[in-house]
């Protein structure tokens, strides 16, 4: 399968979040992709790099990951020619083709996936001029990091289904009454009558979540203090190295707050640092809450990682993306009943 998606229809598909616009892995017979994740080879010649054109490109796709420890871009840019473009270069995971031709009438970008390799996705952007692209770009910015990014996270949730922790799986199921997917490697640290506490441990990094529902209380549950102060209270049950030592969330930067709805279901996100109060560690972290309506709870997904030594862009956006793997039984029945929004 070959399929070429203008932006502006692409983006409205993507942005319904139901249909599934990556095909991955075992879909076609194709060699594995290469390149690691959020990697991008650009594909165009040396005068358009170096030019408005190149500049452009690296502003919007290098800019910083909000929340993170050190500064991290959204992509690492390799750039090569067009003569360079062959061999392993063609079966990379992530391709921006830059195309100028004077033939075209507008500026567009068209994505092909898994056209050398598998999965992997193909951009070509293509524009009468380079000033015209050039303003493309700035215009369409957000767009671009998103269906980037979209890409990658569709890749994570497709591995997480295909290659399950399913005695995990189940106890989720069991305790929750939720569906979530969760790749093999991550390892239960902690369990409590409501409160699950999971991670994947590496030898100088951790990648983790914890799961926790308490009832609801009307649309004040959902309000910044009031997942601040729930967050705290189960991150608590992590304990520190030492003695005493426990997560909690960092006094230093005031955490994110946003409402948004997945697929119909409205979500409150609590985005920044967790510290341990006793003990000198700390990382990034991102909290999502909905409420269970059926079992009239809040449900809370919170992902966090701890990496001193190594970037954590990548170990952040590989757990936060198993939020897109959460399935609530009442949601197969029936559209999300409306929750007001609590005034921020």
């Not at 198993?322 to 409306?338: G, V, W």
Request: net charge neutral.
């Amino acid at each position: 399968m070959k399929r070429i998606i203008l932006l502006a229809v692409l983006t409205a598909s993507l942005l319904g979040g139901g249909c599934k616009a990556f095909r991955t892995l075992t879909d076609q017979k194709k060699p594995a992709s290469q390149g690691k994740p959020y990697e991008l080879i650009v594909v165009c010649n040396q005068r358009l790099w170096d030019g408005e054109l190149g500049d452009t490109l690296r502003s919007v796709l290098r800019t910083p990951v909000p929340y993170l420890s050190q500064a991290e871009p959204h992509f690492d840019l390799y750039r090569v020619s067009e003569q360079g473009f062959t061999r392993m270069v063609v079966q990379h995971r992530n391709i921006l083709k830059v195309v100028v031709d004077p033939a075209a009438q507008k500026s567009a970008v068209a994505v092909q996936y898994d056209l050398e390799a598998a999965p992997q996705a193909v951009l070509t952007l293509q524009g009468p001029s380079e000033k015209a692209l050039t303003a493309y770009v700035s215009e369409n910015r957000d767009n671009l990091i998103y269906l980037l990014e979209k890409t990658e996270r569709d890749r994570t949730v497709d591995y997480a289904r295909r290659f399950g922790a399913t005695q995990l799986e189940e106890l989720i199921r069991q305790k929750f009454g939720v569906e979530m997917h969760i790749p093999q490697g991550y390892k239960l640290r902690s369990e409590g009558d409501d409160f699950l506490w999971i991670s994947y441990e590496y030898p100088t990094a951790s990648q983790g979540f914890f799961l926790y529902q308490y009832p609801y209380a009307g649309a004040a549950s959902l309000s910044p203090g009031a997942l601040l102060d729930a967050r705290n209270r189960f991150a608590a049950r992590i304990p520190g190295p030492s003695d005493g030592s426990y997560m909690t969330t960092s006094e230093a930067y005031e955490p994110d707050y946003r409402m948004f709805r997945l697929e119909g279901r409205l979500w409150a996100e609590l985005r920044g640092f967790w510290d341990v109060y006793g003990d000198f560690m700390g990382g990034p972290f991102v909290s999502y809450s909905t409420v269970d309506t059926a079992a009239g709870k809040v449900f809370t997904f919170d992902a966090y990682v701890y990496s001193p030594k190594l970037g954590k862009r990548n170990f952040m956006h590989g757990v936060e993306h198993l939020l897109y793997t959460i399935r609530f039984s009442e949601d197969a029945d029936k559209a999300q009943e409306p929750v007001s929004v609590p005034a921020q």
